[in-house]
């Protein structure tokens, strides 16, 4: 149901390039520099809070993780079954691990009844999968997809969203996805509680053997652009946001930079 005491969503929003947010910078220049940097300083007046996870309920541990580790991008993870049934489910604790070779990482937690998920149990047998990254104008079809509906009742059909063959695995791609990753199982980590015992988490390496690249998307080098991908990550809770405003910054290299740096650290 829409929440009819927010705003609109705002499609015509349009990301862009802007200027970092200290471009005066210097080496040894502290964060009180500048005016925000000073905001940012006072904030801790306010004090700490120290948590011990030994102590805490998971639950909480878990609320506090995805809460401030962000934002992160999802993986759109399509698999099949031994018997054919095909299966398609977001996960949010998901990255790129190495390009060389080209490895990806998905995260999928245990059943509350301690058994796997289905991703992770087709993962684990058939040995293949697809990695969908997910835009603006599908989230929703995205998001309904990680309901939990019986392992017999295939999410495809209900989230709107249309099958695209793969080139070299059987699950297939999401047609509406725009950057799609064929992958085969590298490695899979059972990720045990060192104190419980009890198995939490399946760590999934994929190693992707074919991009699928929408050309609309990509600049004028052949990479993807952010601004045209439109992709959605997670922030906490039930949150999730799009890519805003994008700056850069340069990777420095101490051939160039280092005599300035040594010279900084002499004066202070």
């Given at each position: 149901?829409?929440?009819?005491?927010?705003?609109?969503?705002?499609?015509?929003?349009?990301?862009?390039?802007?200027?970092?947010?200290?471009?005066?910078?210097?080496?040894?220049?502290?964060?009180?520099?500048t005016e925000d940097g000073k905001k940012w300083l006072e904030?801790?007046?306010?004090?700490?809070?120290?948590?011990?996870?030994?102590?805490?309920?998971?639950?909480?541990?878990?609320?506090?993780?995805?809460?401030?580790?962000?934002?992160?991008?999802?993986?759109?993870?399509?698999?099949?079954?031994?018997?054919?049934?095909?299966?398609?489910?977001?996960?949010?604790?998901?990255?790129?691990?190495?390009?060389?070779?080209?490895?990806?990482?998905?995260?999928?937690?245990?059943?509350?009844?301690?058994?796997?998920?289905?991703?992770?149990?087709?993962?684990?047998?058939?040995?293949?999968?697809?990695?969908?990254?997910?835009?603006?104008?599908?989230?929703?079809?995205?998001?309904?997809?990680?309901?939990?509906?019986?392992?017999?009742?295939?999410?495809?059909?209900?989230?709107?969203?249309?099958?695209?063959?793969?080139?070299?695995?059987?699950?297939?791609?999401?047609?509406?996805?725009?950057?799609?990753?064929?992958?085969?199982?590298?490695?899979?980590?059972?990720?045990?509680?060192?104190?419980?015992?009890?198995?939490?988490?399946?760590?999934?390496?994929?190693?992707?053997?074919?991009?699928?690249?929408?050309?609309?998307?990509?600049?004028?080098?052949?990479?993807?652009?952010?601004?045209?991908?439109?992709?959605?990550?997670?922030?906490?809770?039930?949150?999730?946001?799009?890519?805003?405003?994008?700056?850069?910054?340069?990777?420095?290299?101490?051939?160039?930079?280092?005599?300035?740096?040594?010279?900084?650290?002499?004066?202070?």
């Amino acid at each position: 149901m829409a929440d009819t005491s927010l705003p609109a969503f705002n499609s015509d929003t349009r990301a862009k390039y802007t200027d970092s947010p200290n471009p005066t910078f210097s080496y040894g220049q502290k964060v009180d520099a500048t005016e925000d940097g000073k905001k940012w300083l006072e904030g801790e007046k306010a004090g700490w809070t120290v948590v011990d996870p030994s102590k805490e309920d998971p639950r909480r541990i878990y609320k506090l993780m995805i809460s401030g580790i962000i934002p992160r991008p999802i993986a759109f993870v399509s698999s099949v079954s031994e018997s054919g049934l095909e299966n398609i489910a977001p996960f949010s604790l998901f990255n790129q691990v190495s390009h060389n070779p080209p490895l990806v990482s998905v995260s999928i937690a245990q059943l509350p009844d301690g058994g796997l998920k289905d991703t992770a149990d087709n993962i684990k047998k058939t040995k293949q999968f697809t990695v969908n990254i997910i835009s603006e104008p599908f989230i929703e079809n995205a998001n309904i997809t990680s309901i939990d509906s019986p392992p017999e009742v295939g999410e495809w059909g209900f989230a709107g969203l249309t099958k695209a063959p793969s080139v070299h695995v059987k699950a297939p791609r999401v047609k509406e996805s725009a950057f799609s990753m064929e992958c085969e199982l590298f490695q899979a980590v059972d990720i045990i509680h060192p104190e419980t015992g009890v198995q939490s988490a399946t760590l999934v390496l994929g190693l992707v053997k074919y991009f699928h690249l929408r050309n609309d998307v990509l600049n004028e080098r052949g990479v993807i652009d952010f601004a045209k991908l439109k992709p959605i990550a997670r922030i906490g809770d039930i949150s999730f946001t799009r890519v805003g405003d994008a700056f850069r910054l340069p990777r420095l290299e101490w051939a160039a930079e280092g005599t300035k740096i040594q010279e900084t650290l002499k004066s202070t």
